[in-house]
């Protein structure tokens, strides 16, 4: 059974810093893409940043520069280092794993964690 495990949400002024963690299970970590996604309620679902089993990366324009999306392969982990945070970052964050990237909408065909909220104040 997949599951996935978030932590490392807050609070915290505009400037600041968090790390999230995605703790992954029930599926081949090394062979997998992950990624994570944030949603205002009543906003669209926004792709924040991916991570292939290569160790490739993808950030989305609104966080490039800031944020770093890395994974440890021997502790089946994900982690979204958050610098500079900006009120804009204000979201539930989720952790991902799957194969259709949207840039706008959760894919219907991914697993899901169940989120950690992230509070960037001015």
């Given at each position: 059974?997949?599951?996935?495990?978030?932590?490392?949400?807050?609070?915290?002024?505009?400037?600041?810093?968090?790390?999230?963690?995605c703790?992954?299970?029930?599926f081949?970590?090394?062979?997998?893409?992950?990624?994570?996604?944030?949603?205002?309620?009543?906003?669209?679902?926004?792709?924040?940043?991916?991570?292939?089993?290569?160790?490739?990366?993808?950030?989305?324009?609104?966080?490039k520069?800031?944020?770093?999306?890395?994974?440890?392969?021997?502790?089946?982990?994900?982690?979204?280092?958050?610098?500079?945070?900006?009120?804009?970052?204000?979201?539930?964050?989720?952790?991902?794993?799957?194969?259709?990237?949207?840039?706008?909408?959760?894919?219907?065909?991914?697993?899901?964690?169940?989120?950690?909220?992230?509070?960037?104040?001015?």
């Open positions: 059974q997949v599951q996935l495990m978030e932590s490392g949400g807050g609070s915290v002024q505009a400037g600041g810093s968090l790390t999230l963690s703790a992954a299970s029930g081949s970590f090394d062979d997998a893409d992950m990624g994570w996604y944030r949603q205002v309620p009543g906003n669209e679902c926004e792709l924040v940043s991916t991570i292939s089993s290569d160790d490739n990366t993808y950030y989305s324009d609104s966080v520069g800031r944020f770093v999306i890395s994974q440890d392969n021997a502790n089946n982990t994900v982690y979204l280092q958050m610098n500079s945070l900006k009120p804009e970052d204000t979201a539930m964050y989720y952790c991902s794993v799957g194969s259709e990237w949207l840039r706008f909408e959760c894919p219907r065909t991914h697993w899901w964690g169940r989120g950690t909220e992230v509070t960037v104040s001015s």
